[in-house]
Nanobody, 116 residues
Framework: QVQLVESGGGLVQAGGSLRLSCAAS????????MGWYRQSPGKQRELVAR???????NYAESVKGRFTVSRDNAKNTVYLQMNSLKPEDTAVYYC??????????WGQGTQVTVSS
């Protein structure tokens, strides 16, 4: 079982930046990806960015060029650097540990609010 703890959310003005962190503990040997998802009221949870154990990355079209996902394997931590934030980025952000894009463990979520 993998435990995930997100941090770094908050309130920021449009155009600002935030960095989210996701600290992982437990056995990750069967997992090969870490994803950042978000969910806003009335909408389905969507994948924002994903990074594999080998460092390959994927992004949703809506965040390409603005968000960057990275990982520090020594710290078992994944980051989401969010720049040029827009009000539509407002959501609860979750990290997930996955195997072949299928989430197996979720964090508790962190709120990101972007004011206009």
């Amino acid at each position: 079982q993998v435990q995930l703890v997100e941090s770094g959310g908050g309130l920021v003005q449009a155009g600002g930046s935030l960095r989210l962190s996701c600290a992982a503990s437990g056995s990750m040997s069967s997992l090969n990806g870490m994803g950042w998802y978000r969910q806003s009221p009335g909408k389905q949870r969507e994948l924002v960015a994903r990074i594999t154990s080998g460092g390959s990355t994927n992004y949703a079209e809506s965040v390409k060029g603005r968000f960057t996902v990275s990982r520090d394997n020594a710290k078992n931590t994944v980051y989401l650097q969010m720049n040029s934030l827009k009000p539509e980025d407002t959501a609860v952000y979750y990290c997930a540990a996955d195997r072949n894009w299928s989430p197996r463990s979720w964090g508790q979520g962190t709120q990101v609010t972007v004011s206009s």
